[in-house]
């Protein structure tokens, strides 16, 4: 009778790899911050060769980015009107960037974007351009506003983290709702 046996060699299993590293990277981040996070200390935090790290992401910034992709999954828009929406949208960002190691690698790899073309170019379009569509479909705005929308309400939340070292509090988020409500909500200009 033929062995049915793989023809894989013994290791860990690919499948479940992605949520192995993901969970290591942002346990290290929240450990020891987004600087000393570095691929090697995410690999053994995750059990896991650098080798295993680098055949998926190509560097740091890439991993981060999937990472955080992973936590954030689709923007729930919900509600029936545009205050609605942004309402919601404006509460689930800032609840993600207050779980555990997320808003410090989300801090991080802003900061390190400024002078890394490439790095910014990922977070543009893999990061930034899916929730930036979602929400122009949803709002019916042009991306300029949207745009915008995302620079005041992440940058606002990524300021707090920075200063702060915590996440905004539920009372600051709702004046930050209302001020952009404020400017936001109303028929587009």
């Known amino acids: ?7 894989r060699p013994p290791g860990r299993p690919r499948a479940g790899v992605n949520d192995v590293v993901f969970a290591a990277t942002l346990s290290t981040v929240q450990e020891l911050g987004y600087a000393r996070a570095t691929v090697d200390r995410i690999a053994a935090a995750a059990g896991v060769a650098k080798t295993t790290i680098y055949r998926r992401w190509p ?3 890439a991993l981060i980015v999937d990472c955080l992709l992973d936590v954030f999954g689709p923007v729930p828009l919900e509600g029936t009107g545009r205050a609605e929406l942004m309402s ?3 509460h689930w960002i800032a609840g993600k960037i207050s779980e555990p190691g997320v ?3 989300f801090a991080g790899v802003f900061s390190d974007a400024v002078s890394d073309p490439a790095l910014r170019e990922i977070l543009s379009t893999r990061l930034q351009d899916p929730y930036r569509l979602a929400l122009q479909d949803a709002l019916g705005e042009p991306e300029d506003r949207v745009l915008f929308f995302i620079d005041v309400v ?3 939340l990524l300021h707090r983290m920075g200063m702060t070292g915590e996440p905004m509090v539920e009372a600051d988020v709702a004046a930050l709702v209302e001020m952009v409500l404020s400017h936001f909500a109303d028929d587009p200009a």
Do not use: E, H, Y
């Open 1 to 7: 009778m033929a062995s049915t046996a793989s023809a």
């Open 103 to 105: 808003g410090d690698a």
């Open 154 to 156: 992440v940058g606002t």
């Open 88 to 90: 919601s949208a404006i």
């Open 59 to 61: 560097s740091k910034g």
